[in-house]
């Protein structure tokens, strides 16, 4: 709530807000976020196994297999880049899992259809089944108005932008955090409890992950048809 004296106002979902008129608020659709500390030991780990420092860390390339989960590192050589699907990779596995994230992360509370900025924004995860003429590899961003500032603001750059009109319900069959926070899980008890240790990175496993493999090497247009028909 802003501070007592402010120019402030109750909304109709009962919060608060300031009274800005030039200032347009935009919250992200979030499934959770790692500890920062944890990021910074896998780029130590990623650094021994290449011969140069990293310099540059994609963590959602669209360079070979376009719009999905696959990151890009490059190191300062110029010349060796690395790609790879993130349920593959020692990061990459938990982040999806969701066994790494904060604490809060499992208790948002902005988890769910009322949001609080005037827009919202997130990728739209599963439009290939509910609007697959509009499919982009390039990926397709999901934009849900909530307040009439936030209608003005879209009204505004929507011409320069492809759009379609899309439900609710199909952005929500791939976008759980629209109706509820990511699970703890419980392997998140002890997930961090060997965070200081040298070989915290190395003693991550990724399994097997055999249909992850296989989709990895299967042509992309292959793998959005049978995403299609699931």
């Known amino acids: 709530m802003p501070r007592k004296g402010e120019n402030i106002r109750k909304r109709k979902d009962g919060r608060w807000e300031a009274r800005y008129e030039n200032l347009y608020t935009i919250d992200l659709i979030c499934h959770g976020v790692p500890s920062p500390k944890f ?3 896998y780029l130590e780990f990623q650094n021994k196994q290449t011969d140069g420092k990293i310099i540059y860390y994609n963590f959602r390339s669209k360079d070979k297999r376009g719009w999905g989960t696959q990151y890009l590192l490059k190191t300062k ?4 880049t690395k790609t790879k699907t993130l349920s593959l990779d020692r990061y990459g596995k938990h982040f999806m899992k969701g066994d790494c994230y904060r604490e809060s992360c499992y208790q948002c509370e902005y988890a769910n259809i009322h949001r609080v900025g005037d827009l919202t924004i997130g990728d739209f995860w599963g439009i290939g ?3 697959p003429d509009f499919y982009s590899e390039k990926g397709v961003s999901s934009v849900f108005v909530n307040t009439e500032k936030g209608r003005r603001l879209f009204d505004s750059i929507k011409d320069e932008a492809w759009v379609i009109n899309a439900t609710l319900e199909e952005a929500m069959v791939k976008q759980g955090n629209l109706v509820h926070p990511t699970k703890r899980p419980l392997e998140r ?6 965070i200081n240790c040298g070989d915290f990175i190395d003693n991550l496993n990724v399994g097997l992950q055999l249909k992850d493999r296989v989709k990895s090497i299967m042509p ?3 793998v959005r048809i049978l995403k299609q028909i699931k």
Do not use: A, E, I, P
């Open 189 to 194: 008890d002890t997930f961090y409890r060997d």
């Open 77 to 80: 050589t110029k010349t060796k």
């Open 39 to 41: 990021f910074k030991k």
């Open 220 to 222: 992309r247009n292959l």
């Open 129 to 131: 089944k509910s609007h």
